[in-house]
């Protein structure tokens, strides 16, 4: 019976899809159409999936590969533009001296007047280099049509180059002209275009230095790809790489394109990478013997196309060097440059570069079969940037020369300038890798802003949030607490008004410094400046913020009296059930610990900084007064030991107090960085989760950890670039966030103890940046912040 | 204090030391903040000296001025209203009052009759909310001409609760002003800003418990 049902059920399922057919080809054992088996079905379906999966992988990729290039596009577009308006303004500059020019012409000619009509001409043309008379027509007109262009335009520079006039200094942005600022736009662009080409993640970081590599020999770096173990990236970089080889061998380029996608899409293996391999080869040695033609000082004589590739000879030589610079690890690679290297000095001989490039070409065939991979987008890729690309990539060159250096003795002199493309490119690089790990990747885990919470009138000192989801409570320095439900920023549109606290508690009459809220998310806590601890019922999140205020007597649970200074820090202990405590530390000096049971709402124990009793014994006494600075600034408890709690001091010590005995069972102090003022002193610590660890704060920019068992300082870092005020660690114990009043938000990774991430965000009041940092007690995705600028945020962890 | 031009209250210090950093003037504060910062200064410094605190320092946009003078008395509001709510309740003040005037709840889509109390706790957050909000508030740099309206309502409002306190619960009124000289503060907004008549001021005059300084008319313009 129920055999049966299945049957249908799988025929129905089946039935339905195309794949009918598919699934009797593939599964051989499945007889007929009637026949189907709930294993054929499962396998049929799983088939199915896996496909779709394939494709959607597929779909991704290609997504991620248009947002380059559109991302390509608008960086080229600036550029065009940038290097349009300077062109336009020099334009109107020289017409501006010419029409001056002509005027004082025309003066002349009257006071003379026996000047004839025909010299008029002689004398304007005279006046302005012929050069760049000429050259301004031709960027002038190019500029309007940009695509076109943007690739007829280089080579007129080239040419221009050659015929040694005014525009090919100009454009060589030598300091004849003053153009320094052109040369910078053009260097900004230049690092926007390596730093668009980095898209792809863990290769790409090498592949747009590898512009001028690949450009011309193209097969140094498989290195960066083979560690590549995700397919989408490399190939994105293969695509890449094929496109700028494309742009390199200009010419060429088109047909070797065409082969090569050809190729791909044949997929042939063995034999068809060779021919273009030795595609390649042919051409080089063309381009080489067109170079070594071109080495005459006689430029103007030399062909543009000589030109185009005397750069790239330039490039093939230096790219390697730097190659054994950058990636030891290739070491198969290393050995063949310092082989070339070793030659380079002969390096004038066309023929050893020949040679050169038949050892490049050997590479070839792995590239190519790792080309298969992707075989249509490398296709694709590679049509789109054989246009696009050639035109950035051809500045390069124009750059490497900044000393001004004609591109013919550039050609002689290729290594030295090309290294100097080289090694600049790669800062350029490196930059834009650096930029990109901060900004980019948008399928990258990070952690996200995803709200801003505005309703205080000053600092908030403290945020917590309840494990009941939704509930929020910021403390402030405008004397209320408030309590928000963040839950309705899911559903809220953006029509709707800003979000209001819930509710405001208010009741101190001084600035609120800490913040504690029960694990049941009923109660929370405020300890304030005005010296007590105030105990609040929390609101129902769904209290309406302008209901009648007549029953909120009701939130008002308690108020600790006995400290008698400012209450700085205070933390539950973390089970309720069998401890009802809450710890507290006050600039009193004391750390109290509190009775949290409703209607018992007494003191348990105050602690002082010399144990139990106010005075204590005699030595330890002295080393309180020898600083003057035993106030406690921050508390928590030591989850490893529950009944321990560790509490730090202005002094940059943190003791650890047994809270049944108030013994003093430990010290944790790091040595040498006290001295004698609050400048060192810890402003928060924290204790970790599952881990025998305590985590410090410091004024000085520290972050430090400490063993609770031994007492000793297992790392000390520092963590920003101004005061750590804040710190706490995710609920799983994996990440630890600090905030600082540099006003960034730091996430470091506890088992590398390296920043994954940073975050700039809010405003610094006074000398006040971010004043809490605080995980979800139960949620490790989810944070929030809080400084001086009155301003609460949220944030996530996650894609989107 | 060896770091005393470090303005941050950092944790572990005592109730005396809280802010007690010197003045600075306003040019020499870089901060998004320098006039809360410095308003904040000068409330400190001497809460009854109104005329420092409230005049517009040259130089200044009289509009932002405006915003955090307003935003400062919301703040400061909160502690009167810890002060009143053990007085004020719904059973001694059913209607929100003062003199023979009764005032409707404006905190609501529809104006609506609160207690007393409820009142002062609704508009002090729809005022804080109002001064918060981006749309009406997106920066505090510059305030945007449409949202100046706002300005002289929230301050009427803000003005009743004094006039409420003043003749229903003249000893939380006296002793409140005695410390914050808010209400002072507050009056002397009205008249410098020109919000309010002299005769919708119903609260005597003698309720301020520091001279007001006289306004000098001729050198103002009125933007109302």
Redesign the interface.
């Known amino acids: 019976m129920s055999g049966s049902a299945a049957q249908q059920a799988s025929r129905g399922s089946a039935g339905i899809s195309q794949g009918t057919t598919v699934l009797n080809d593939s599964n051989g054992s499945a007889t007929g159409v009637a026949t189907y088996t709930l294993p054929g079905v499962l396998h049929f379906l799983q088939v199915e999936w896996r496909k779709f999966e394939r494709e959607r992988n597929e779909w991704e990729i290609e997504r991620a590969d248009l947002k380059a290039r559109i991302a390509l596009l608008e960086g080229e577009r600036r550029g065009m533009e940038n290097l349009r308006t300077d062109l336009m303004r020099r334009v109107k500059m020289l017409e501006y001296a010419l029409r001056q020019e002509r005027n004082k012409f025309t003066k002349l000619r009257q006071e003379k007047q026996t000047v004839s009509p025909s010299s008029e001409d002689a004398v304007a043309a005279a006046t302005q280099p012929n050069a760049v008379t000429s050259g301004m027509s031709a960027p002038t007109e190019n500029v309007p049509t940009l695509p076109e262009a943007v690739l007829s335009a280089p080579s007129n520079y080239g040419t221009l180059n050659f015929s040694g006039g005014g525009m090919g200094t100009l454009l060589n942005f030598s300091k004849g002209y003053g153009h320094v600022r052109s040369k910078e736009i053009l260097k900004n662009y230049l690092r926007e275009m390596s730093y668009l080409l980095t898209t792809s993640t863990t290769g790409g970081n090498v592949s747009p230095s590898v512009n001028p590599k690949t450009a011309a020999s193209g097969n140094e770096d498989p290195s960066g790809l083979e560690s590549t173990a995700d397919p989408e990236a490399l190939g994105r970089v293969i695509g890449k790489r094929e496109a700028a080889r494309a742009r390199g061998t200009l010419p060429t380029a088109r047909q070797f394109a065409a082969a090569a996608s050809e190729e791909s899409a044949s997929e042939v293996i063995q034999g068809e990478p060779q021919r273009v391999i030795t595609k390649i080869k042919r051409e080089t040695p063309a381009a080489a013997e067109h170079t070594e033609g071109s080495k005459v000082p006689k430029v103007d004589t030399s062909p543009p196309e000589a030109q185009e590739n005397a750069p790239n000879d330039a490039r093939i030589q230096s790219p390697e060097e730097a190659v054994e610079g950058k990636e030891p690890a290739v070491k198969s690679l290393v050995d063949k440059a310092s082989n070339q290297d070793s030659k380079k000095p002969k390096d004038k001989q066309g023929q050893e570069r020949k040679e050169s490039r038949v050892n490049d070409g050997r590479l070839t065939p792995d590239e190519m079969q790792e080309l298969k991979l992707t075989p249509e987008k490398v296709s694709k890729v590679m049509s789109r940037l054989e246009g696009k690309g050639a035109h950035a990539k051809r500045k390069s060159p124009a750059e490497a020369k900044p000393g001004g250096i004609p591109s013919v003795v550039a050609n002689t002199l290729s290594l030295d300038g090309g290294l100097a493309t080289l090694t600049l490119n790669e800062d350029d690089v490196d930059e834009g890798a650096k930029k990109k790990g901060s900004a980019k990747p948008a399928n990258q885990k990070i952690w996200r802003p995803k709200a801003v919470l ?5 600092s908030i000192r403290a945020v917590a949030f309840s494990t009941n989801d939704g509930a929020l409570v910021t403390a402030s320095e ?3 607490a408030k309590l928000w439900n963040i839950g309705k920023l899911e559903d809220r549109s953006k029509m709707l ?2 979000l ?1 606290p819930v509710y ?1 508690f ?6 609120l ?1 800490s913040l504690a809220v029960s694990a049941d998310g009923q109660t929370c806590y405020t300890g304030s ?1 005005d ?1 007590t601890i105030r105990v609040w019922r929390i609101p129902p999140l769904t209290r309406d ?2 209901a ?3 029953n909120t007597k009701q939130f008002k649970l308690h108020t600790y009296v006995g400290h008698s ?2 209450v ?2 205070m933390k539950l202990h973390p089970l309720q059930q069998q401890c009802p405590w809450l710890a507290s530390v006050s ?1 009193d000096g004391a750390l109290k610990i509190w009775n949290t049971t409703p209607g018992h709402w007494q003191l348990r124990s105050t602690l002082w900084y010399e144990n139990a009793n106010r005075g204590g014994t005699n030595d330890v006494v002295k080393e309180a007064e020898s600083s003057g ?1 035993q ?4 508390v928590d408890w030591v989850y490893t030991n529950l009944n321990r709690i560790a509490v730090s ?2 002094n940059s010590i943190v003791k650890i107090f047994d809270a049944e005995t108030g013994q003093e069972t430990l010290q944790c102090r790091h040595d040498g960085t006290f001295d004698n ?3 060192g ?1 810890i ?2 610590v924290v204790c970790h989760p599952t881990l025998p660890l305590l985590i410090t704060a410091h ?1 000085d920019r520290y972050i430090r950890i400490f063993d609770t068992n031994t007492g000793q300082c297992a790392h000390s870092m520092v963590a920003h670039q101004d ?1 750590v005020s804040a710190l706490d660690i995710s609920p799983d114990g994996l990440t630890l966030v600090s905030g600082g ?1 540099d006003c960034s938000i730091r996430w470091w990774d506890l088992t590398t103890r390296k920043c994954v991430q940073e975050y700039t965000s809010h ?6 940046g971010i004043w809490a940092v605080n995980f979800h007690p139960e949620a490790s995705n989810c944070m929030a912040s809080a400084g ?3 301003v609460c945020k949220l944030y996530s962890f996650g894609t989107a | 204090m ?2 005393a031009q ?10 005396e030391d ?1 802010s007690q ?1 010197p003045t600075i003037p306003l040019e020499q504060m870089e ?3 320098s006039v ?2 410095y308003i904040q200064n000068m409330v400190r410094h001497d809460a009854s000296d109104v005329k420092k605190i409230v005049e517009v320092p040259e130089g200044q946009d009289r509009d932002l001025w405006r915003y955090e003078l307003l ?2 008395v ?2 400061d509001l ?2 009167f ?2 002060l009143l ?1 053990p007085e004020c ?2 059973s001694s003040c059913p209607e929100m009052k003062a003199l023979e005037w009764l005032y409707l709840c404006a ?2 889509p529809n104006p609506q009759q ?2 007393a ?2 009142y002062i ?2 508009t002090l ?2 005022a ?2 109002l ?5 009406y508030f997106p920066s505090r740099v510059s305030i945007p001409p449409t949202s100046l309206k706002h300005f002289s309502n929230v301050t009427r409002r803000l003005y009743r609760i004094f006039a409420h306190a003043w003749f229903h619960h003249r000893e939380v009124f006296t002793e409140f002003e005695i410390e914050s000289h808010l209400y002072a503060r507050v009056l002397y907004m009205i008249k410098y800003f020109d919000i309010m008549p002299d005769d919708a001021l119903v609260v005597p005059a003698d309720a301020c418990m520091t001279d007001l300084p006289e306004i000098d008319r001729s050198s103002m313009v009125s933007d109302e």
């Open positions: 505005r309703n205080h009138m000053d405008d004397n209320t008004p800003e209001e405001t208010r009741g101190h009459t001084e600035p410094t400046v010296a913020p302008y009648s205020y007549q200074d400012v700085w820090d600039s600075l106030n406690p600034t921050s001091y202005q003022t609050t400048s002193q402003n928060k004024e005061s009043h405003r610094k009041k006074n000398d006040e001086a600028d009155a | 060896p770091q470090v303005l941050r209250n950092r944790p572990g210090i005592r109730h809280w950093w901060s998004t903040f809360q910062q935003r400062q919301c703040q909160n502690n209203v810890v709510e309740t719904a905190g609501h609160c207690s109390l409820d706790i609704h957050d729809s804080t909310a001064l918060n909000s981006q749309k």
